[in-house]
C-alpha cells in the first residue's frame, strides 16, 4: 500500500507544503505556500508556540491539506551532524549504546539535553577482519524539537517524522538514477544551497548520503536591507525592488530612476559579496575532509533563488558552475498537480515529503 506524506518546511517569512504519494516511487499531487507572519519563527526556533498553532491550523484548513503523516524540517545551528566510525559492533542494541557514547564524544550538545538519531550508512570489515559500520550521527536540542512537535499537535497535526532540511534538500535535488554509492572515477559530490529569507541551508552529497551540512546566517532579506539602505525606501518597497530589478538585466523598476537604478543593482551584488565568501569558505572545509570528492557545480533552491541573475553572480564569486534546482529532478508529477506551480522554493518540501 502506497502512503501519502506532507513535507512541510516552516520557514522566517513562509509555510510550504508539498503532499506527496509514496510507493515505491515519489510522486508530487499538491504544492502549497502561504506567508507567514513575522516573529513565529526567528533564527530556526519557534518564538511563539500557540501562534504557530493557529498559522498551522488554518494553513491545511485553507489549503485542504491532509493532517495525517506531516513530515517538517528543521536548519538550526543547535543540530549536531557527524559521520563516525564503529568497529567490532553487530547486536543493534550495543551499536545503539556505542553510538551514543561517541555522540558525547563528537558533539557539543549535553547528551541529557538532547535527542539522538543514527543512520547505518555503510558495513564492511576492518583489516584484522572485524566488522565496521559507517554511522551518521544527528543530535538536537530537545526543547527546539519539543517546541515544533508542539506547536503541530495543537494543530492538530499528526508528525510522521522530523528530518534535517538539509537532508530533504538533497534528497530531492538528487536525480533517481544517482541514488546508488559507487560510481566511476569521475563521480563528484553534490552541493545544494536553499536560500531562505533569513538563512541558508547547505547540504553536499555523495549521491548516496549527506557528507556535509552547515547553517549560513544569509538569506534574501540580506539583499532587501541592501536596497533599502542605498536607495533610503522603505523595506517592502525596497522587497518589491530588488525581485523586479534582479542582478542583471535592463529593467528599471517602477517607482525609481535609472540612476536609482544603477546604485541598488551595485548594493546587490555588494551584499552578495559577503553569502559568496561564506560559501567558499564552506567549500573548502568540506574539500579538506578526507574522501571529499571534486566539485562539479553548485545547485540553487528555495526562494530567493529564483532572483534573476543570483546563479550567474554566485558563480562569479565562487568560481565553480552554479544553477537553480529542478525540485522535481527525483520525483514524479501527478496528472493533475493541485496548487502551487512547482518553484524551487518547494525543494525542500517535496525532499520531506519523498521520506518515508
Not at 547553517?215 to 532587501?224: F, H, K, P, V
Not at 535609472?258 to 568540506?286: D, I, M, T
Not at 550567474?312 to 514524479?332: I, K, M, T
Request: with cysteine; aromatic share 4%; net charge neutral.
Amino acid at each position: 500500500m502506497g502512503k501519502r506524506v506532507v513535507g512541510l518546511k516552516l520557514g522566517a517569512s513562509r509555510l510550504n507544503a508539498a503532499c506527496v504519494n509514496v510507493n515505491g516511487s515519489a510522486e508530487v499531487v499538491q504544492l502549497a505556500g502561504s506567508p507567514l507572519p513575522a516573529g513565529l519563527i526567528a533564527g530556526g526556533e519557534v518564538r511563539d508556540v500557540e501562534a504557530l498553532a493557529e498559522a498551522l491550523k488554518e494553513f491545511f484548513k485553507r489549503h485542504k491539506l491532509p493532517k495525517r503523516n506531516v513530515r517538517i524540517g528543521l536548519a538550526n545551528n543547535r543540530i549536531g551532524v557527524r559521520t563516525i566510525e564503529v568497529s567490532g559492533i553487530e547486536d543493534p542494541k550495543q551499536l545503539a549504546n556505542a553510538v551514543r557514547f561517541r555522540a558525547q564524544e563528537a558533539l557539543p550538545i549535553p547528551i541529557d539535553e538532547a535527542m539522538l538519531d543514527f543512520q547505518i550508512l555503510s558495513e564492511g570489515f576492518d583489516a584484522d577482519g572485524a566488522p565496521t559500520k559507517r554511522v551518521l550521527l544527528v543530535v538536537a536540542y530537545r526543547d527546539l524539537i519539543a517546541a515544533y512537535a508542539e506547536a503541530c499537535r495543537l494543530a492538530g497535526l499528526r508528525l510522521a517524522g522530523i528530518d534535517l532540511e538539509a537532508f530533504a534538500l538533497l534528497r530531492a535535488l538528487t536525480p533517481a538514477f544517482a541514488s546508488e554509492p559507487g560510481g566511476g572515477p569521475d563521480r563528484s559530490a553534490l552541493v545544494a544551497v536553499s536560500i531562505g529569507s533569513e538563512r541558508s541551508v547547505l547540504g553536499v552529497s555523495d549521491g548516496f548520503s549527506c557528507e556535509y551540512t552547515r547553517i549560513l546566517d544569509w538569506g534574501g532579506n540580506s539583499l532587501t536591507g541592501a536596497v533599502a539602505r542605498a536607495l533610503e525606501i522603505e523595506t517592502d518597497v525596497a522587497e518589491r525592488v530588488k525581485v523586479e530589478l534582479g542582478l542583471q538585466g535592463e529593467k528599471v523598476p517602477e517607482g525609481i530612476g535609472p540612476e536609482q537604478a544603477v546604485r541598488a543593482r551595485e548594493a546587490l551584488k555588494a551584499g552578495l559579496q559577503g553569502f559568496g565568501r561564506e560559501l567558499v569558505s564552506s567549500l573548502q572545509f568540506y574539500q579538506g575532509q578526507p574522501d571529499s570528492l571534486g566539485i562539479r557545480e553548485l545547485v540553487l533552491a528555495g526562494g530567493t533563488a529564483q532572483l534573476t541573475g543570483l546563479a550567474a553572480e554566485l558563480q562569479q564569486l565562487v568560481g565553480v558552475p552554479v544553477r537553480v534546482g529542478d525540485p522535481l529532478a527525483g520525483v514524479s508529477v501527478g496528472r493533475k498537480l493541485k496548487g502551487t506551480p512547482p518553484s524551487p522554493a518547494f525543494a525542500v518540501p517535496i525532499g520531506l515529503g519523498m521520506a518515508i
